[in-house]
């Protein structure tokens, strides 16, 4: 079936710094590909998604890029801020949203 | 407008019991989907509903049950409830549509602790 596996499972960054997240996904007719930060104590609120016809999608500090023919898909954060600190998942899609297992990301002042 | 609400919020169970979390979608959100979130894991996909009809559903045994409501509300049902069943149960809406592949709005989930 499909699986989903995430990178690294814990990231410490410094204020300002960069943090990327890597996802590899194993069914090739997977066409969706959400991002979810997890704030402590609430449920996943989705930051960026993006469609297997694009290969990069910007939102202001967030980007995420997608490589079909290597099945990887990554999220970009830059100028990272204390707020960004959660547990971040990516997910894909093909009849079901099959989840990454997550991973804590730690910024500090 | 209201997001996506569960409740209850915490839950203590003992094996054996049978339990019922309950969602209410966004306003004018037809489709709802439920997951289970294991401490440290993604959430993991058991079923959804459209329209009153269950159109898709996870690796789940048969203990595990939902339907939806005419007012698109839903609850999601476990039977014979195992230690393994401790989890926070996370519902998510989405608009008109019946597939998965549109953005998904999760309310804050039901923490189920089972003794």
């Known amino acids: 079936g499909e699986n989903v596996e995430q990178h690294p499972s814990t990231l410490s960054v410094q204020e300002g710094d960069s943090a990327v997240i890597k996802c590899t996904y194993s069914?090739?007719?997977?066409?969706?590909f959400p991002w979810y930060k997890q704030e402590l104590g609430k449920g996943p609120q989705l930051i960026i998604d993006i469609r297997s016809n694009v290969g990069e999608k910007k939102d202001q500090r967030i980007a995420v890029t997608l490589n079909k023919t290597a099945k990887h898909f990554s999220l970009h954060i830059t100028e990272t801020q204390p707020e960004d600190s959660a547990v971040y998942f990516c997910?894909?899609?093909?009849?079901?949203?099959?989840f990454g297992t997550g991973t804590r990301l730690q910024v500090f002042p | 407008d209201a997001g996506v609400t569960q409740s209850p919020t915490h839950l203590i169970k003992t094996r054996g019991q049978q339990v019922t979390l309950r969602c209410s979608p966004i306003?004018?959100?037809?489709?709802v989907s439920w997951y289970q979130q294991v401490l440290g894991q993604g959430p993991q996909f058991i079923f959804q509903?459209?329209?009153?009809?269950?159109?898709g559903r996870g690796n789940f045994p048969d203990r595990f049950s939902a339907r939806q409501f005419p007012n698109y509300s839903s609850e999601l049902n476990v039977n014979a409830l195992l230690l393994g069943d401790s989890a926070l149960y996370l519902c998510a809406s989405t608009p008109n549509v019946a597939a998965m592949d549109q953005p998904q709005h999760f309310g804050d989930g039901t923490r189920l602790s089972i003794l």
């Open positions: 997910a894909a899609h093909t009849d079901k949203l099959i």
């Open positions: 306003s004018g959100h037809k489709s």
């Open positions: 509903y459209y329209e009153k009809e269950e159109r």
């Open positions: 069914d090739s007719a997977s066409n969706y």
